[in-house]
Each structure stands twice: as C-alpha cells, then as structure tokens.
C-alpha cells in the first residue's frame, strides 16, 4: 500500500503519537519484514502491512487481512497500556510482538442548553433512539477487504474545533457517556464532505440525537460516521472518493449549534478521527462560528 502524505505526518511523529515497527526479522525467508505504523496511543488506528497470505491477531482476536497483505489496528479510548500482535506467515512462520499503547488524559466539558428530550428521554424517545441505533450498528456490519482507506484522510468540515475525542460529557448538568468524535463548528448549510474514499453504508434523516446521518466504510472494518447535517446528499451503496460532499451542516438531533460530528469505527472500536488527519488549517480554525458541542448515542 502506497501512503498518501496527509497520513505520514503523525507516523514519522514523536514516540507517543508516532511509531513504526518494521523490525527485518523475515529476512532470512527471503521476504519483506511486516509494519505496523500509526499513532500507538489510545484512540488510535494503526495501518499494517504484511505478505499476502499472512493471518493477524491483536490481542488473541483475528484480524482481517486484505488478499495485498494490509491489515488494521485499533485501540479505544480506555485501552491499556500494551497490546499483543501476532503474525504467522504463509510458510507458517510466526513474529510476535508487544506494543506499547499511550495513556491519555482526557478534559471534561459541560453542554447546556440541549433539547432535554435527547438528554432524559420517554419511552418512546428511548424506542426511536434504539431503533436508530440498530440501523447504525448494522451499518457497520458490512466489512470489505479492499483498503479505500488507502489514499488517505482530510477533514469533512473546515472551521474551529468545539469538541474533542474521549472529552467526559456533562450534558444538562447530567453525566453522560464520553464524547466519541471530533466536533467541527461551521455555518448552517456549509458542505459536508468524505473524509476518504468509501462506500456509504447508511443516509438517513430524522435519528433523534443524530440527526442528519452518514455512514462511510473506507475497508476492513473502518467506517466513518457524520452527524447532525441539515440535509443528506447521498445514498447507501454509493461509492464516494475523498472530498465529494455527501451533506451540508446543520445543527439535527441531539445538538446546540451547526456543526459537523466526525466519528470513526474500526469494527467496534471507537478511534480519535483527529489523530488522522494534518491540523486544521488556520484559516479555518480563526472562522467565526459559534461553538456547537453535540452529544451523540454513540
């Protein structure tokens, strides 16, 4: 697999949010040596390359592997501080490893002025909110072995970030699950675009704390999710390349502003979006734009 540059930036990074393994040791089978590069830290999504033919496991658990031999691995937000790998090759042959997973200390952030309804739900509110569940979760069913995600990642939305990954949310004062995503403060009805190349897996409009819903799988069990838009400009089953817009901004759902809600899946491991991507470009990020922190059910 060919790296594209918006991807190398945090793999040649500092030891704990950057880190390459590629260690020779198949060498005297006269075969290129497995790598594991990406930010080796909780949140993180790691990109992995071995023969083809190989077979991964992370931490006991298979791993799918694409028939080129690239493979992925991800950590959530709680993971501890190592990880087993292990790769057996064609020939049978067999390299472990032990990975050395970053802590993170994460911020709490206090939302007020949610509509209560997503906050302290009815019955039935609670009914919609796991039906539209069920129709997320089987999205995230669906996992190709072909690596969409190859040619890299940009950002969906441009303007100031409201709300990070991992944050312990207070929402209308009541404590609720941690913030899984990146928050994009933008203007009502700007675009939404593809973070990279995939296929979408679910549009739907109306979820009651999502809102404008978009679902991409970029490949072995990588999906992105884009939330609260004012309206969806795609459809399941269509392929998207990096950049096309599938929605515009908006403020649906379980939201206090417009703004863009980037979350990332690797099967069911929630990742830091923000840790595959450059920095918002400045320009972007000085925008004026009000603070949009969201919670979603995710």
Request: aromatic content about 6%.
């Amino acid at each position: 697999m060919t790296l594209d540059r918006s991807r190398r930036r945090w793999f040649t990074g500092g030891a704990a949010f950057g880190a390459a393994w590629a260690l020779g040791l198949r060498s005297g089978f006269g075969a290129a040596p497995p790598k594991i590069e990406g930010p080796m830290t909780q949140g993180g999504l790691l990109f992995g390359h071995a023969e083809p033919g190989s077979r991964v496991w992370l931490d006991g658990a298979s791993i799918m592997v694409s028939p080129a031999g690239e493979f992925l691995l991800g950590f959530n937000r709680d993971a501890p501080p190592e990880a087993k790998v292990r790769i057996e090759h064609g020939d049978h042959s067999v390299e472990e490893r032990t990975l050395a997973i970053a802590q993170r200390s994460y911020e709490e952030q206090r939302i007020n002025g949610l509509p209560q309804n997503t906050v302290t739900p009815n019955a039935e509110e609670q009914a919609k909110i796991a039906a539209d569940q069920e129709k997320i979760n089987a999205a995230r069913v669906t996992q190709s072995t072909v690596a969409w995600y190859a040619h890299g990642f940009d950002w969906p939305a441009l303007g100031p970030i409201s709300g990070v990954y991992g944050s312990v949310r207070i929402l209308n004062g009541v404590p609720r699950n941690p913030h899984y995503g990146v928050d994009i403060a933008a203007p009502e009805g700007a675009p939404v675009r593809s973070p990279a190349d995939g296929i979408v897996r679910l549009a739907e409009t109306g979820m009651l704390l999502t809102g404008g819903t978009v679902i991409i799988e970029h490949g072995l069990g990588l999906t992105s999710i884009l939330i609260h838009m004012s309206a969806v400009l795609a459809h399941p089953g269509l392929f998207v390349a990096k950049g096309t817009q599938i929605g515009r901004i908006g403020h649906t759902g379980r939201a206090t502003g417009p703004h863009c809600h980037w979350g990332m899946n690797w099967r069911d491991v929630k990742l830091d979006a923000q840790l595959l991507v450059p920095p918002m470009p400045a320009s972007a990020a000085m925008l004026s734009s009000p603070k949009a922190p969201a919670a979603t059910g995710e």
